[in-house]
């Protein structure tokens, strides 16, 4: 029996793992190394990327101070000369559908087509030039427009920001989002991509079509019945209303 437990426990002794749990263990440690080296670089490229974008926002910042600093200077001193300061002309507005598709002519609806203005408080960021007012001045009565302020801008694209990736409507919850839609174009985050839209850079095409029309809710107090239909500058709601679409910004977002 002492013979027979000793031969037993030799075997057990000398019994070989097999190669296939072998083969196995070998697999999951070169997974597990590759896991742990690729969570190495993403969190070495995720500060890197922090540092950078940081550094990007503090620049965008020192410029546009830069900018309204030189404002001022020129109009403190056309006003000792006597004169006026006539500042350059906007280069972005900000469009906003406020009414719906009754009545709407094929012209007119086509025309809010090209600007992504399907739906109804639907907005969205166009690039200024003698086509494009002229198309603006075609649908007057079923949008308003004006020049958005960088706060505007920023605030929209922070807190109704989607971007088009794959045409899927993909929040923008993180630069990585940005990145991977406009990083062969140099923007990166959304400090780029505000800086992009609001200096309409040469970038602003793609910035913008990146961008998914803004979805707003009606504004607080909704828009009047009996003014709805009339220009802004008599006292309604609809065509260019210059800066104050940024007050009216602010109750639509």
């Given at each position: 029996?002492?013979?027979?437990?000793?031969?037993?426990?030799?075997?057990?002794?000398?019994?070989?793992?097999?190669?296939?749990?072998?083969?196995?263990?070998?697999?999951?440690?070169?997974?597990?190394?590759?896991?742990?080296?690729?969570?190495?670089?993403?969190?070495?490229?995720?500060?890197?990327?922090l540092k950078k974008f940081a550094a990007n926002a503090e620049k965008y910042d020192q410029e546009y101070a830069a900018a309204e600093k030189e404002a001022v200077e020129n109009r403190r001193k056309a006003?000792?000369?006597?004169?006026?300061?006539?500042?350059?002309q906007p280069k972005l507005a900000l469009v906003i559908r406020i009414r719906g598709t009754i009545g709407v002519s094929p012209k007119a609806?086509?025309?809010?087509?090209?600007?992504?203005?399907r739906q109804l408080h639907n907005a969205s960021f166009v690039k200024?030039?003698?086509?494009?007012?002229?198309?603006?001045?075609?649908i007057e009565p079923y949008v308003t427009y004006g020049y958005p302020t960088r706060a505007t801008v920023q605030n929209l694209i922070w807190k109704r920001g989607f971007g088009k990736l794959n045409k899927q409507r993909i929040p923008i919850s993180d630069n990585s989002v940005i990145q991977e839609g406009l990083g062969k174009f140099g923007i990166e985050?959304?400090?780029?991509?505000?800086?992009e839209i609001f200096t309409v850079g040469p970038h602003f095409k793609q910035?913008?079509?990146?961008?998914?029309?803004?979805?707003?809710?009606?504004?607080?107090?909704?828009?009047?019945?009996?003014?709805?239909?009339?220009?802004?500058?008599?006292?309604?709601?609809?065509?260019?209303?210059?800066?104050?679409?940024?007050?009216?910004?602010?109750?639509?977002i």
């Open positions: 029996a002492a013979f027979t437990t000793f031969s037993t426990l030799c075997l057990v002794i000398n019994m070989k793992t097999p190669e296939s749990v072998l083969k196995k263990q070998a697999t999951q440690q070169k997974l597990a190394e590759a896991a742990a080296a690729a969570a190495k670089e993403s969190a070495a490229k995720a500060e890197a990327d006003k000792i000369e006597g004169g006026f300061y006539v500042p350059a609806k086509k025309v809010m087509q090209l600007f992504r203005l200024l030039n003698e086509a494009t007012i002229r198309m603006l001045r075609l985050c959304t400090a780029d991509l505000i800086h910035a913008n079509n990146f961008l998914w029309p803004f979805k707003l809710s009606n504004p607080t107090g909704g828009f009047s019945t009996k003014t709805k239909m009339l220009h802004f500058m008599e006292g309604g709601e609809s065509g260019a209303r210059g800066e104050e679409i940024n007050k009216l910004v602010k109750k639509m």
